[in-house]
């Protein structure tokens, strides 16, 4: 199916694009006729992208209608997934047949090939970015045949974390674990850290942990989401809030996931969000980066500094820890990192002339920006801090010659006319 052409925009309204066409696909053979047809063609999750990775001018494809796939391997401990399948369709499934996935992002609505794909992830000190769960990925190449990738191939881990620059990924296996309970307490009024022994202990006291600051107070708020079934890890500065705590000062709680202690379902507590909660489009902007775990004390510090300018222009900053990978382009390749997050006000006319002082503040100390969030660095510029960046290209340039899934921000990121 065909949507007329017309202005299409990314989920934050930030980035336009004015497509040839859109298409829903309701089967593989469709897409892979589709795939076959077009000369320029970019495949669009749910759109909760804030950079122009997400951008085409050419055919644009929808993979919402496609069959979602979900089936569970007990023997394998793996689960296969559809392309177009979120978060929040597939965990209800997964754990109703008493299995799990052992991290998950922020907001559940995001479609997994699309987390995946970007490097997008979640907290803690043993966890990796979601990608790392793919044993298994097939994408539908440019003329229109339907490759498949294995964990241990050659290329593997240049495929999981592509940009969507291989092609549509159509289903991907998951691991997956035996379903837990978790427990989510919120500390408020916890001091930034300022040493390296002072983070380890705040990013280390849970299973999965988030500090939310507003960077000009000097304290914030320590999200701890911990398995019933590992330690309980001690109290942190500051004390454990009775109520339950929204990430953004002052607004409403109904759809925050279950805080106070009280045990639940491990979907119900990994996400900051009710899954069943939908962020109106447009209420913010993002960015984040990924700097190397030892620079974090001095990342704080630095973004500390610019909290007068940074307070005004957010709704809050996050900083969560990844443990490094070996997937190509994983912005925690090679590096256990702590990433910054910052949930900007939507107006990128204000925000836009602030991150060129965070980014001066962080690119030196190493820092990698998220793939799908705003930043002021140009693309051509953005691979020089990844050590596989050539070994990607080449395995681009094998799978799609044509430059049929490129757009122009993978064309300069790639520098490749």
Aim: with cysteine; proline share 8%; charged share 20%.
């Amino acid at each position: 199916m065909a949507i007329p052409a017309g202005v299409l925009t990314n989920w934050a309204g930030n980035v336009e694009m004015r497509p040839v066409a859109v298409h829903q696909p309701a089967d593989l053979d469709s897409l892979r006729r589709l795939v076959a047809a077009s000369s320029s063609l970019r495949v669009l999750g749910s759109r909760h992208s804030f950079s122009d990775v997400v951008a085409s001018s050419g055919d644009v494809v929808l993979l919402d209608r496609m069959p979602p796939a979900v089936e569970i391997d007990p023997a394998a401990g793996t689960v296969r997934v559809g392309g177009g399948v979120t978060y929040a369709q597939l965990v209800p499934t997964l754990h109703a047949a008493g299995w799990a996935l052992p991290n998950l992002a922020s907001l559940p609505h995001i479609t997994i090939a699309g987390a995946v794909s970007t490097g997008t992830h979640g907290s803690g000190d043993t966890q990796r970015v979601l990608g790392t769960a793919v044993r298994r990925l097939s994408f539908v190449g440019p003329g229109g045949d339907l490759r498949t990738i294995r964990e241990g191939d050659d290329d593997f881990a240049g495929a999981v974390v592509a940009l969507g620059a291989l092609g549509p990924v159509t289903e991907l296996v998951l691991s997956i674990e035996p379903a837990y309970t978790m427990t989510q307490r919120v500390f408020i009024d916890v001091p930034l850290p300022g040493s390296a022994a002072e983070l380890d202990a705040v990013l280390g006291s849970a299973y999965s942990v988030s500090l939310f600051t507003d960077w000009r107070s000097g304290a914030g708020s320590v999200f701890l989401k911990d398995r019933v079934d590992r330690p309980v890890h001690p109290r942190l500065p500051g004390h454990e809030s009775q109520v339950t705590v929204h990430p953004v000062p002052g607004m409403p709680t109904d759809f925050c996931t279950g805080q106070g202690g009280v045990p639940g379902i491990w979907h119900d507590r990994l996400p900051h969000f009710r899954a069943e909660f939908v962020p109106g489009a447009g209420e913010e902007l993002q960015s984040e980066y990924f700097v190397p775990r030892h620079r974090a004390p001095a990342a704080i510090a630095r973004l500390a500094a610019l909290g007068e300018l940074l307070a005004p222009l957010i709704h809050c900053g996050e900083i969560r820890s990844v443990r490094g990978d070996e997937l190509w382009l994983s912005p925690a390749y090679a590096q256990d990192s702590v990433t910054f997050h910052f949930t900007w006000l939507p107006d990128l006319q204000a925000v836009a002339p602030a991150l060129g002082p965070v980014e001066g503040a962080l690119l030196s100390l190493g820092a990698r920006p998220h793939w799908a969030k705003l930043t002021a660095t140009a693309p051509d510029a953005l691979l020089g801090s990844y050590p596989c960046a050539a070994r990607f290209a080449r395995l681009r340039d094998r799978v799609d010659p044509d430059g049929v899934f490129l757009n122009d921000h993978l064309r300069a990121l790639l520098h490749r006319r």
